[in-house]
């Protein structure tokens, strides 16, 4: 089974500290993406890596950046946390279209 | 614009009830459709992909199925357990990125 884990399952920040959430999958996928998913928005695509060293801004990347060093490891960076980027942060990978998802980081910024 | 739209946004059904959540898609070329399951806090949980106008899957009391338009996913006599957000979500050609819709809250009473 594929398993995806992602650091915390929930943090508390304040505003203008900067964020990591890291993302680790054991099944050799090629593709790694981050969302943050809020109510009755649904899931948006903040950025995705198809490979090491190698990132695509997804629908909404302002306010974020990412890191790929290794293949199983991608991580989200939050530079300087708002209040506007208190959501839920799901992780995912995939090896071709079928995405599969990590436990999700609930973060609160106060 | 690539878009996903799901229907309802929310079903209440009493235990052995069956129905059907929608799914439509406008996309400029679709390569998949795909279902999730989400549980209250967790990430989704992948449940079936289709791929094209015609096809179904199926397991255990859930049924999936496409046409050029939309796609169902029937539920059976279904049970409390069932309860659930139901993701739909599809991938297009050249690209592995997914195109989610809102979701539909499912929630099944004894």
């Known amino acids: 089974d594929v398993k995806v884990t992602q650091s915390s399952r929930y943090l508390v920040k304040r505003t203008g500290e900067k964020v990591f959430l890291e993302c680790v999958q054991d099944m050799d996928h090629e593709n790694m993406f981050w969302y943050r998913q809020d109510p009755g928005l649904g899931l948006r695509l903040i950025y995705f890596?198809?490979?090491?060293?190698?990132?695509e801004k997804g629908d909404i990347p302002e306010g974020y950046s990412v890191s790929r060093e290794k293949k199983e490891r991608f991580s989200l960076i939050l530079e300087s946390a708002s209040t506007n980027q208190t959501s839920m942060y799901l992780c995912a990978s995939s090896l071709s279209t079928e995405q599969f998802f990590g436990p999700g980081t609930r973060l609160t910024v106060l | 614009e690539d878009q996903v739209t799901q229907s309802p946004e929310a079903l209440r059904l009493q235990e052995g009830e069956s129905s059907s959540l929608n799914c439509s898609y406008t996309v400029s070329g679709l390569r998949g459709l795909f279902w999730y399951r989400q549980d209250p806090g967790k990430g989704p949980e992948f449940l079936f992909t289709?791929?094209?106008a015609g096809e179904e899957k199926e397991k255990e009391r859930l049924k999936a199925t496409l046409t050029k338009k939309e796609s169902f996913l029937h539920i059976t006599a279904p049970k409390p357990e069932d309860s659930a957000t139901y993701l739909c979500?599809?991938?297009?050609?050249?690209?592995?990125?997914?195109?989610f819709g809102t979701g539909t809250r499912l929630q099944v009473f004894p």
């Open positions: 979500a599809s991938s297009l050609f050249n690209t592995d990125k997914l195109i």
């Open positions: 289709l791929y094209s």
């Open positions: 890596s198809y490979d090491v060293k190698m990132k």
